[in-house]
């Protein structure tokens, strides 16, 4: 029996449903630290804002303290790594992407999102599937009750769980809304444009 299959039964040995594990993955409890890069340095948070920008009404230049006052909610998912690792059960904190949807007045002819991170990174991900009922689109500032570690987006990054973890943009600085859809950086360099665990969508042709 391979590794694949070794960690797939004890999960069932655990009691935790194998369904919950999408093919070609294996579960950890580690969090492994995957970028490419530097990481961002901040002093402080002063001259750090969140620009929201494209097809909107109402374009939005948010300060760090502007954007903490905003409601913020916790969620518990899964989340699963183009590079076969998932990790249950992982608790953030953040505001809804839906938040920022209402004070940006999207327009009805936006279809699609680029998330904008430092250093020049960003991935597209479907207006549609962040609108679907039940779907976790979080700007996240806290992980396991504690700020983000910078290795893992501090001090902010988007959480997207329904598709691969490269979607969750770490170092989050600007959203995009846009009327058709556009590779960003990891797409551009090979990864799936649409990114479905379950489906395995790793990269092109897959």
């Not at 993955?25 to 890069?37: I, W």
């Not at 505001?95 to 990174?121: N, R, W, Y």
Request: hydrophobic content about 45%.
């Amino acid at each position: 029996m391979g590794f694949f299959e070794r960690n797939r039964k004890d999960l069932a040995a655990k009691g935790v449903d194998p369904s919950r594990l999408p093919p070609g993955q294996y579960s950890t409890d580690r969090f492994p630290v995957l970028h490419a890069g530097s990481v961002p340095v901040y002093k402080d948070l002063s001259s750090w804002d969140l620009r929201v920008v494209g097809a909107v009404a109402n374009p939005l230049v948010i300060s760090w303290a502007e954007f903490m006052a905003l409601d913020a909610v916790d969620v518990v998912t899964d989340i699963h790594c183009v590079t076969k690792w998932s990790k249950f059960d992982t608790s953030w904190r953040g505001v809804p992407l839906t938040t920022i949807i209402e004070m940006a007045q999207v327009k009805d002819e936006a279809t699609h999102v680029m998330l904008h991170s430092e250093f020049g990174f960003s991935a597209n991900v479907p207006l549609t599937d962040i609108l679907s009922d039940g779907a976790i689109a979080l700007l996240a500032f806290q992980f396991d009750g504690k700020e983000l570690e910078p290795e893992h987006g501090y001090p902010l990054r988007f959480l997207f769980p329904k598709l691969y973890f490269w979607k969750s943009a770490k170092w989050l600085r600007g959203i995009e809304f846009m009327s058709a859809d556009k590779a960003g950086f990891w797409e551009a360099n090979g990864y799936h444009m649409y990114g479905d665990p379950f489906q395995e969508q790793r990269y092109w042709g897959d």
